[in-house]
């Protein structure tokens, strides 16, 4: 346990650090350090609240699961009232505090994931049933879901939506209960995304890249060149040309670009396994938990940090659509930052309370387990 949580540790210290490095590399041209200045705070900030969650026992969410999703669904409620916030580029994703913005959804991804821990232990013997294992918390994860799909935020409903069915199919939900309603969800987002001019606009550009290289495929289009100039070695920390106004949100989506320019398919490399580490200590932490709330808690929190990755780096490769997720601890954005290393810090936490469970706890846990296979 303690090789997979220093592990964790590092490649997170290290994620964060070199992402820092690549904004500022990224966005000094346009802004000086300004952006360094407000992610370094951020980041501050951020590691304090990881030290928080992480000295501090994960079990007491259990106490304040239902009260952590009922805020974080009145703040996303709130956002969607007229009048209350401003609409940027057509969408209500965030408040704006003056100093900085803040964005809902990102609290609200750990705080399902949280509810969905607390619900699957608590009722984990009647998860094979079809109203405790699927009406219930389908109501919870629509309670979060439809104001963050509402905003409108595709990206992340889709993102979180893979997260809450995941942890539902750990936790012993029968297959044949969760694949009917998954399907027909699935099926409804696609008509959505179809029947949305701009996102069919972005699916079309995917499937046919040069026909829209000028139009809604120039974000996608600059990427790759940015990916394919850098080569092995890249251009050197700060020669990157495309941060020239060539890449839109060079800064935030679509910084893995720069990286493939200024440091080459190394760096990038090094990135993905970096990603790829934290998983792997990710699962070994939640595998190993103490209860299964904490088995729940950590996969969730995986799965939400490697998904978002790989939706990331897929949509900046060109191998996804273009949904606009940040690139976890890199991407700059306070609220994605902060939050992120809050669900460090539960992780670490899990780890520290970890090892061989209590009697009552250990047939709890059997019992858990055994589902999974029945």
Same mark, same amino acid.
């Given at each position: ?144 879901? !439809?104001?963050?799909? %509402?905003?409108?935020?595709? &990206?992340?409903? $889709?993102?979180?939506? =893979?997260?809450?069915?995941?942890? /539902? @199919? ?102 993905? !396994?970096?990603?790829? %580490?934290?998983?792997?200590? &990710?699962?070994? $932490?939640?595998?190993? =938990?103490?209860?299964?709330?904490? /088995? @729940? ?78």
């Amino acid at each position: 346990m303690k090789t997979a949580t220093t592990t964790l540790i590092l490649c997170v210290g290290g994620l964060l650090a070199f992402g820092m490095i690549m904004l500022y590399s990224s966005s000094h041209v346009k802004d000086g350090s300004h952006l360094l200045v407000l992610q370094g705070a951020w980041a501050g900030m951020g590691i304090v609240a990881c030290l928080v969650a992480a000295l501090c026992d994960y079990r007491w969410l259990k106490k304040f699961a239902w009260l952590i999703l009922a805020l974080t669904v009145v703040a996303l409620i709130v956002l969607l009232i007229p009048g209350v916030v401003k609409p940027i580029n057509g969408a209500r994703r965030w408040f704006n505090l003056g100093f900085a913005s803040f964005q809902p959804s990102e609290p609200a991804k750990l705080a399902l994931i949280i509810a969905l821990a607390w619900y699957g232990e608590k009722f984990q013997r009647d998860m094979r049933t079809f109203n405790r294992g699927i009406l219930i918390p389908g109501c919870l994860i629509g309670a979060v879901l !439809v104001p963050i799909f %509402l905003e409108p935020d595709r &990206g992340s409903t $889709i993102l979180l939506g =893979a997260v809450a069915g995941a942890m /539902l @199919l750990l936790a012993g939900v029968r297959w044949l209960y969760f694949i009917p309603p998954a399907a027909l969800l699935s099926a409804a987002m696609a008509l959505v995304l179809v029947v949305d001019p701009l996102r069919r606009k972005r699916i079309m550009s995917w499937l046919n890249p040069e026909a829209s290289s000028n139009d809604v495929g120039y974000q996608t289009k600059q990427a790759m060149i940015a990916l394919g100039s850098g080569g092995v070695s890249g251009l050197g920390v700060g020669n990157g040309r495309q941060k020239h106004g060539f890449v839109p949100e060079h800064h935030t989506d679509f910084i893995f670009s720069m990286i493939g320019e200024e440091l080459g398919a190394i760096a990038t490399i090094g990135v993905i !396994v970096g990603f790829i %580490l934290f998983i792997l200590c &990710g699962v070994y $932490i939640a595998w190993h =938990a103490r209860d299964v709330f904490g /088995l @729940l808690l950590g996969s969730g929190v995986t799965l939400l940090v490697g998904m978002q990755a790989c939706i990331n780096i897929g949509v900046v490769t060109n191998a996804l659509p273009n949904k606009g997720l940040a690139l976890p601890f890199i991407s700059y954005g306070g609220s994605s930052l902060i939050f992120m290393l809050i669900a460090v810090g539960m992780l670490i936490s899990i780890a520290r309370q970890g090892g061989p469970p209590g009697r009552e706890d250990e047939v709890e846990e059997s019992d858990f387990r055994n589902t999974q296979f029945a």
